[in-house]
């Protein structure tokens, strides 16, 4: 079962007897759990410590909640203890009041600089920008290749030189101004915060460009290193913010956490995969979720709000309501679901998602499959399927390219889908908000989905 | 306000899909009386597969051949292969020491270990010695595990002194990573063919470590072509190319978008027959949560398979900064392609690549080779005691 930090509290709570508030000794007998907690996240063990005494702060003395059980209470201390860290407000880059208005990104080896400058000019030139992308990483086989290739996919102007990364930086503000540009984004070459060669030259373009945004850009997987790293960037540039990137992996993050302490300024976007227009803006409550194990559930309704149309949540509430599913509904909805992205990431949005299930081999094609049967059927057998027969099934095999058996087992599948759907409208009434029922619950993966293992 | 409706039916579509995806994956039941379904169930079924989502492109175009090309260096003929000096000065053959390389990070670990030294043991010297394993991302289990074991060493042999303890927990690390049994070089095999496959997340060191790997083994005489089967990532057969070109070695490429499959095969073809020793696959990175990409790296592998025997190495690359992903990333490609071997990256740094310590323990993957800088000579094989005595060693030792 998927345990999170919530379960894991509780079980600690379960030994202790007092009610009424929490008391220090409490607070010391979580601590050890909740520090592994976040060290198993890639929290700075240091950072770890100074986080704990701060909630340790928060919670002794707090009443006990007659609502949430002390394990959850516990959990969501720490959890808003995390998004006061993370960042209260949502950060934006600094425009300058005389275009252009500059970034550089600096950061280690690999952590996704140059892809993020791609996605950075993309993003800005959606707001009505006019960015230029800089190669200035001359170190890196191909590496101004790559930016110039990017560029050249967003339809933003790029410029480089074969010199030196200095006389680039030079080079570029004086494009940017022929050109007519007024955001310049100077790509660099990693360095390692030791090699005091590179940083004096990292040094040295920042004194060319003058820029107003100095981003670290790092890897959502890196661990205790995290702390070295942004320290010694912000010692030698002063950071103005972070990117975090390859935040579509699982690691937790942590590392987040860990710079966000340390230099003290926001978090502004994270990558979200390899292609350009996979840039979000950073939000710390999904982070503060996901470090602490708990899925991203902010991230999957907006995802639902986004892609359901309105037209179709009025539908998906009516079969909700009805309790009635047909192989028509069924095959409508899919395409919803099937455009909120591959399956398998919805599925790690999920928070209480049984773990055989977050580690099943989902395959998207699986969808198209049972889709294919579905739409080989007739409308009356869509809304009949019991009329489904054995030249029937084999028809429909045939035209899905699937087996009668395949065929035979989605059918018998639905059927107690079907089943189960009538027990829905009672939920969805106590669901409502306002409407009849105690105010909003959340409800988890109604027992009895055929094919789950059971909760 | 959140609609709590649309999640629930989204939850319940999602669970619907699920089941009905999950069960049919499980459950190879054939309802009574129903013919038998052929061998095609999943392969070969006449459904255009097309992909739900943008994933990069797996299935090339027919007809987009991949392009052989040969380095500016002329084809070797002679015994003795004609290389270009390569850009970084050394002297052909010496490898620098990992303690050399690792000065900076000594010092810097040391310093940790300098503190605690040379003091009677106590509370503070135990919580010391987890905060530095912590530090070098061994994580809290291993770290643990490591302490336990020599608290109980030292309890045993009555270890008074914290320089001692730090010996036994120096010790227990080498013992960790030594074994007799597993293999902690790289298999080449003359005569036969030979492929090194390269896999891992974004942004390790997988093509850097192929042109170190390229250089190393032609300057001992073999001949080797790359396979730039990273035709996802812009310019990466371009960055290829540019190590092909410094270690005169051969490379097969194609146009961006192509079947990475294909690259793989005639990679294999061309070093076929004999014209070349060793082919190394460059792969572009992934997230082991990709699973249709997980799944083209096992189809790659099994491209590679179709030789008997010629796959010998399947090297996960790992960034020595990577927190406990690094676990999670062995594991996952462990499962998808059957990892060998480790190639630990960026260890020139101040990171420490502790987690090598757990993806050895639990899946007894070695560390073959350890990447410390840009430079095309910046590759020495892994030694553990020398990791391990460089990790630990005291200042000016």
Known sequence: ??????????????????????????????????????????????????????????????????????????????????????????????????????????????????????????????????????????????????????????????????????????????????????????????????????????????????????????????????????????????????????????????????????VGKPILFVGTGEKLDEFEVFHPDRMAGRILGMGDVLTLIEKVETTFAEEEKRRAEEILSEGRLTLEDFLEQMQQVKRMGPLQNVLGMLPGMPKELKNAEIDDRELDRVEAIIRSMTPEERRRPELINGSRRTRIARGSGTSPGEVNQLLKQFKQVQQMMRGMPGMAKRGKKGKKGKGPRQPGLPAGIPGLPSA | MVPIVVVVVLLVLIGLVVGFVVARRRGDEIAPGEPTPTAGRSAGVAVEERPVVEAPVVEAPVGEEPVVEEPVVEEPVVEEPVVEEPVVEAPVGERPRLRDRLGRTRSAFAGAFGRIRGRAVDDDTWDEIEEALLLADVGLP???????????????????????????????????????????????????????????????????????????????????????????????????????????????????????????????????????????????????????????????????????????????????????????QARQFTEAVDVTGIALTKLDGTAKGGIVLAIRSELGLPVKVVGVGEGIDDLIPFDPAEFASALFEPDGA
């Open chain 2, 142 to 328: 291993t770290t643990r595990r490591i302490l336990e074991s020599v608290r109980a060493r030292a309890k045993a042999t009555g270890a008074a002194d914290s320089d001692a303890v730090i010996d036994l927990v120096r010790d227990e690390v080498v013992g960790m990573l030594v074994d007799d049994t597993l293999d902690g070089e790289l298999r080449i095999v003359a005569g036969e063919p030979n492929v090194w496959m390269f896999v891992g997340v974004n942004g390790v060191g997988k093509t850097t470590t192929i042109g170190k790997l390229a250089a190393q083994q032609g300057r001992e005489g073999r001949r080797v072509v790359l396979a730039a089967a990273d035709t996802f990532r812009a310019a990466a057969a371009d960055q290829l190319a540019l190590w092909a070109e410094r270690t005169g070695s051969r490379i097969v490429r194609g146009q961006e978008g192509a079947d990475p499959g294909s690259i793989v095969f005639d990679a294999m073809a061309a070093a076929g027959g004999r014209s070349a020793d060793l082919v190394l696959v460059d792969t572009a990175g992934r997230l082991h949560t990709k699973l249709n990409l997980m799944e083209e790296l096992s189809k790659l592998r099994r491209i590679v398979d179709r030789t008997e025997g010629a796959c010998k190495e399947v090297i996960l690359v790992i960034d020595a900064s990577t927190g406990q992903n690094g676990l999670v």
């Open chain 1, 1 to 262: 079962m998927f345990e999170t930090l919530s379960d894991r509290l509780d079980g600690i709570f379960s030994r202790l007897r007092n009610r009424g508030r929490i008391t220090e000794r409490d607070v010391d007998e979580v601590a050890r759990e909740i520090r592994a907690a976040l060290l198993e996240a890639d929290v700075n063990v240091r950072v770890v410590r100074a986080f704990i005494d701060r909630v340790k702060a928060a919670a002794v003395g707090a009443e006990l909640s007659k609502s949430l059980s002390p394990g959850q209470q516990f959990t969501k201390i720490v959890h808003d203890e995390l998004v006061n860290t993370l960042g209260g407000t949502t950060g934006k880059l600094t425009m300058s009041p005389k275009p252009p208005t500059v970034v550089m990104l600096a950061g280690l080896q690999g952590s996704g600089k140059t892809t993020a400058a791609g996605k950075l000019a993309r993003l800005l030139r959606g707001q009505g920008l006019q960015p230029l992308l800089v190669g200035a990483d001359l170190q890196r086989p191909a590496a101004v290749e790559q930016l110039r290739v990017l560029a050249g996919r967003i339809d933003v102007p790029f410029f480089s030189e074969a010199t030196d990364p200095v006389a680039v930086a030079r080079g570029a503000l004086e494009e940017a101004a022929r050109l007519g540009r007024n955001v310049v984004i100077v790509d660099t070459a990693g360095r390692l915060q030791i090699d005091t060669d590179l940083m004096d030259e990292l040094r040295a373009i920042a004194d060319v460009v003058q820029p107003h945004n100095t981003l670290l850009v790092v890897d959502a997987m890196t661990g205790q290193e995290a702390v070295n790293v942004a320290e010694a960037f912000n010692d030698a540039v002063g950071l103005d913010g972070v990117i975090l990137t390859k935040t579509d992996g699982d690691a937790r993050g942590g590392a987040a956490l860990s710079v966000k302490e340390v």
